[in-house]
């Protein structure tokens, strides 16, 4: 373990985290905003891998295939949320839960349906198949730079849209106190269809960067699902900026555990020992980190409700 | 719990008037004892295992809408407490007990000492938060269970010598259907028995109105401790028969989605009713193994169901029946 590997584990890390960071914005903001818990957003990351990645293949324009998915994604949220989730709001967590599994099922065996059921290849661009040379020692590939680049670029949008617009104060003031928002005269509803627009797009803008490392299958969307949810307990449900912390913790936290634990384990106990407990170790970090946190904090880093 | 004590039952809590409902039961218990015997006339033998299946998996709705409908603790990880269940009789089984009965009893107990640490830890927890916790617990519960390979890791651990039910082996082929049967009819009438005493209607006064509860000088973490861990020690038991039924276990057993499907179950049967664990498992099951046989897209009709029934029976699909006997 030299001082390059970490080095490039520490980079995944991020990477990780800021597509995680993706999803958890709009999950939290919905949360946030509207309290609602909506299970269907890993769907919507599915879906954005799913269009991507065939409209690539078919197209020969990654740049457009993004693009495409992002747009179909917003119209598939919009039917979700015009069919299902808003007749939601009002309901307590458990039915929310309950009725966005139920969307779970359906869009699994959508996929399934049209895209058959075995994972897809989702091709990486070719301008970027190749590495950058970062450091003399160290190659790193072009297509996570470029995901590092993008991930970064809309951590900074969004930071700007919610702490320096009009639009981003009345998504802060629903999320703070939503009936108060409401008496000022804010049209909360109207917001947060713009929200919920917003988080189908930034869930639909990761499942297509990530289609290229990860794969492109059915049931995708449950296996992220939980870190991102992790990621915004962590964070304090509601906050955009409690979200970026958490997700950037939790990449790195669970990408230096399978990288770092199994070795360092090794170096101190016995092999068998440590190749049991390494992957279990590794597995369970981010769940500690969530646990500690919430020993310390209830309510999360940064709690949207003062 | 000597406050406990104090409690007043509501007035004809404790002595519901005899009638055909409160025939029901015996009913159902009478129909499902002589399954196994009609099921080879009709050439069913095969759905002797699928009910077997069933009446195991009603066993852990049952104890998670204990702690669902009565408690009000919605938790995301009862899947966990059946893996360490399963995994317990594993262990057994590794260390050369062949007595289902020791292994059995060895997993109420360690599921229940499970439940007791994760629920001493969750239910400083509200709301969301409880619910992440409880489905932490279970994520490491799993990623334990993947680690561990001297019991077969991801792969799973096969048990090859089923386990010996002592004096009762080699009565009846089907013997292990009555024990399941014996032990789900006890898990149901406890349950039903204990939601209508002073614990039960403690617990209930708990989820409706904790602070108020708590003013009133009951022990309101203790009182949800002790319903938390008796749920996971019974869950433990369903795990142990659903090793011994399936005669294999792995990890899949914890994972995240299979809490969410007994939260589902329970859900659509209804929750605080004592038909809702039982009534939600039989739909959800019956539903998959009919639509499994058509077709290979089995998943999306249960979704929709599940909507329907979020929207049109949000209290479960047992109060629909409820609505009826009343208006006959």
Not at chain 1, 50 to 74: C, D, M, N, R
Not at chain 2, 241 to 248: G, I, K
């Amino acid at each position: 373990m030299d001082a390059i590997f970490i080095f490039e584990q520490l980079l995944n890390g991020l990477g990780y985290g800021l597509m995680l960071f993706l999803l958890a914005a709009g999950l939290t903001l919905v949360f946030g905003i509207m309290d609602t818990m909506n299970l269907a957003h890993g769907s919507l990351y599915m879906a954005g891998a799913y269009i991507a990645a065939k409209v690539h293949e078919s197209s020969g324009s990654f740049l457009g295939a993004v693009l495409v998915a992002i747009v179909a994604t917003i119209l598939i949220a919009a039917l979700i949320e015009w069919l299902v989730v808003r007749r939601l709001y009002s309901r307590d967590h458990l039915a929310q839960v309950l009725a966005t599994f139920g969307v779970i099922l359906i869009a699994d065996d959508l996929v399934k349906a049209i895209w058959g059921p075995s994972p897809i290849m989702a091709p990486t661009p070719a301008a970027l198949t190749g590495p950058v040379q970062l450091l003399a020692e160290l190659p790193y590939p072009a297509y996570r730079l470029v995901l590092l680049g993008v991930g970064l670029a809309v951590a900074l949008g969004l930071y700007l849209l919610v702490n320096h617009t009009r639009m981003g104060m009345l998504v802060r003031a629903g999320a703070s106190n939503r009936s108060m928002a409401e008496f000022m005269g804010v049209r909360v509803g109207r917001v947060f269809s713009f929200v919920f627009a917003l988080g189908a797009a930034l869930a639909a803008l990761a499942g297509a960067l990530m289609g290229p490392i990860g794969a492109v299958q059915i049931g995708m969307g449950e296996a992220i699902l939980i870190p991102a949810l992790v990621v915004i307990v962590i964070g304090g449900i509601g906050s955009v900026r409690g979200a970026f912390v958490a997700a950037l913790l939790v990449g790195l936290v669970d990408t230096a555990g399978r990288a770092f634990l199994p070795p360092m384990l090794r170096a101190v106990l016995p092999p068998s020992l440590a190749a049991d407990l390494g992957p279990a170790l590794a597995g369970i970090a981010m769940y500690v980190l969530m646990a500690a946190v919430l020993t310390l904090k209830p309510a999360g880093l940064f709690p949207a409700r003062a | 719990m000597s406050s406990v004590a104090t409690l007043p039952l509501p007035a004809g809590a404790g002595a519901r008037p005899r009638s055909a409902a409160s025939l029901l039961p015996w009913v159902v218990l009478a129909v499902l004892a002589a399954f196994p015997l009609i099921a080879p006339a009709f050439g069913l033998e095969y759905y002797i295992g699928f009910v077997r299946r069933l009446l195991i998996v009603m066993i852990a709705a049952t104890s998670l809408n204990f702690i669902l409908g009565y408690g009000g603790m919605v938790a995301l990880g009862h899947a966990g407490f059946v893996g360490v269940g399963a995994y317990t009789v594993v262990a057994m089984v590794e260390a050369g007990v062949g007595s289902a009965w020791a292994a059995w009893g060895m997993a109420i107990v360690i599921s229940a000492v499970f439940a007791a640490a994760i629920g001493a830890v969750s239910l400083r927890a509200r709301g969301v938060y409880f619910l992440m916790i409880t489905l932490a617990f279970a994520q490491m519960l799993y990623y334990l269970a993947v680690s561990l390979r001297t019991y077969g890791g991801d792969d799973g651990y096969g048990i090859y010598t089923p386990l010996s039910l002592g004096g009762l082996d080699g009565l009846h082929a089907d013997i292990f259907y009555w024990v399941v049967l014996a032990l789900a009819a006890l898990v149901f009438a406890f349950s039903s028995r204990v939601a209508v005493s002073r614990f039960g209607h403690a617990l209930m006064g708990i989820r409706d109105n904790e602070t108020r509860m708590a003013a009133m000088g009951y022990p309101v973490y203790r009182i949800k401790l002790v319903a938390f861990t008796g749920a996971g020690a019974v869950a433990g038991l369903a795990g142990a028969l659903l090793a011994s039924h399936n005669n294999f276990v792995s990890p899949s057993l914890m994972h995240w989605t299979e809490s969410a499907t007994l939260l589902v179950m329970v859900a659509i049967g209804g929750m605080g009713k004592r038909w809702g664990g039982p009534l939600g498992v039989a739909i959800w099951l019956t539903l998959a193994e009919v639509l499994k046989l058509y077709t290979e897209y089995w998943h999306w009709p249960i979704g929709l169901m599940l909507i329907l029934v979020v929207f049109f029976a949000p209290k479960g699909v047992a109060t629909l029946f409820e609505r009826k006997e009343k208006t006959q």
